[in-house]
């Protein structure tokens, strides 16, 4: 499925796009008109004669990539709170590494001693049961890979000027990891549901007395009480030993660090269900309880803090995801959103997870606007700024899912733009 593209390609090479294969040995870099600057000028690489360094515990990056960190935003007004963001721009594919996955905490990461620990699930009436963690390991675990972004992820989009800084640092509230744990409806149907029971109130062990409520529907539909991540248990930051993971929901309800889980016929309406992570409308209402994340993507190369150094051929890269399902198309435009065309979709495509898109882009040394937008499975189109602001009014603070602009100028600087 290749399209044409007279826009982000050079005319001559259009023509040859025509079957997959084609395009796939022609997308490798330096197959492509002028290619990349010194790779066939390579010299003979080192080798090495000597036994290497040793064997290690348990690995770390590079030497030379220590410098792939989370960056962290923290109010110094609040001990413990704060986010940290994953650095979007200098990863690939659409696992978030567990030390980079990022973080949000309202009041530190609690140390919790796992053979102290347990969870109770209050069911309607006098029942409750109470499970250690040894306990929720003997139970039948699933696995998913998804995403969890939370509510105020970009949200310095919302602001008047655009503000300079990598993709990472605008857009990096969110994360894709394969989950694994017990699914949250073998547990509510243990305690036993009644027909009065139409929210779940999960309460957390942290300082900040974190508390949501999720309806029932939800809970009995694909939620995990999740204990690993990416294979290995959860990290400290990310709710070890036992967290909620609500797939394509607002991170809020993705709880972590779980103390106990009550059934209920009406929320609690804490302050995590009022008036955290609440938009306030044009009409002067507060939009509470949003829960799905929109349909979204960003361009994680090139972007802002990256240089383009010479002309000729790049590839475009970047990540969407949606909170209501799979994601149909993204498309790219390379002048600022008069001109589209369909990026690929990396396969595989996941329910409400991260999804990786491509597209060889030649750069002929003019100045562009690289712009994507991504469909969802349920139809939804991500907004432009525009339209997203007339939509809801100037005083969102949450849930930005608008088109994101970078512009490259004719010196291969780019910066970020509305466009
Ligand atoms: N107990 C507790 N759960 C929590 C939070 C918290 O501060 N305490 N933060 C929430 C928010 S706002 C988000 S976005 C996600 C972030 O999850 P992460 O830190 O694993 O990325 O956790 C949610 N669960
Ligand atoms: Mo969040």
Redesign the pocket.
């Known amino acids: 499925m290749i399209m044409q593209n007279k826009r982000l390609y050079p005319a001559k090479t259009a023509q040859m796009r025509t079957d997959r294969r084609s395009f796939l040995q022609l997308g490798g870099l330096g197959l492509l008109g002028a290619g990349v600057a010194g790779v066939s000028d390579a010299a003979e690489p080192p080798s090495w004669s000597e036994a290497g360094g040793g064997f290690s515990n348990y690995g770390q990056p590079a030497d030379t990539e220590q410098r792939t960190i989370r960056w962290i935003s923290a109010n110094p007004a609040v001990p413990g ?1 704060g ?2 963001w994953t650095p979007l721009h200098e990863l690939e594919g659409t696992i978030t590494p567990n030390g980079l ?7 530190g990461v ?1 140390s919790i001693d796992p053979d102290e620990w347990s969870l109770l699930v209050n069911a309607s009436g006098e029942r409750s049961l109470r499970y250690s963690l040894a306990d929720l390991h003997r139970y039948p675990l699933q696995s998913r890979i998804l995403f ?6 970009s949200n310095t989009l919302w602001k008047p000027q655009p503000v300079q800084a990598a993709a990472g640092h605008l857009h990096g ?1 969110v ?1 894709g990891c394969e989950w694994t744990g017990v699914a949250l409806s073998v547990l509510l149907q243990e305690a036993g549901i009644s027909t009065q029971d139409k929210w779940l109130i999960a309460d ?3 300082a ?1 007395g ?1 508390t ?1 409520s999720l309806p029932i529907a939800k809970c009995l539909d694909d939620v995990l009480v999740a204990l690993y991540q990416n294979g290995e248990a959860l ?1 400290p ?3 070890y030993p036992a ?2 993971v609500v797939p394509g929901w ?9 103390r106990s889980l009550s059934l209920s016929d009406v929320p609690l309406m804490s302050r ?1 269900d009022t008036v ?2 609440t938009d306030l409308q044009k009409d002067g209402i507060a939009e509470r309880m949003t829960f799905e994340m929109g349909v979204k993507s960003i361009i994680t190369s090139p972007s802002v803090g990256q240089q383009l150094t010479t002309t000729g051929d790049y590839e475009v890269r970047g990540l969407a995801w949606s909170g209501a399902g799979r994601i149909q198309t993204v498309e790219l435009s390379a002048d600022g959103g008069r001109n589209w065309v369909p990026a690929h979709l990396q396969e595989p495509v996941l329910d409400r997870a991260l999804t990786r898109f491509r597209l060889p882009w030649h750069w002929d040394g003019r100045a562009q606007v690289l712009m994507s937008r991504a469909t969802d499975t349920a139809g939804a189109r991500q907004p432009s700024r525009d339209e997203l602001i007339s939509a809801k009014g100037g005083n969102v603070y949450y849930h930005y899912n608008g088109i994101c602009a970078w512009a490259v100028d004719v010196d291969g600087d780019i910066s970020h733009v509305y466009a």
């Open positions: 709170e986010v940290s996955h990022f973080e949000r905490h309202h009041n609690p969890i972004e939370c509510g105020g992820n509230l994360s957390a062990m942290d900040s974190v949501v990290r930051e990310n709710g967290r909620l607002e991170g809020i309800v993705n709880v972590k660090w779980l995590f955290s992570y």
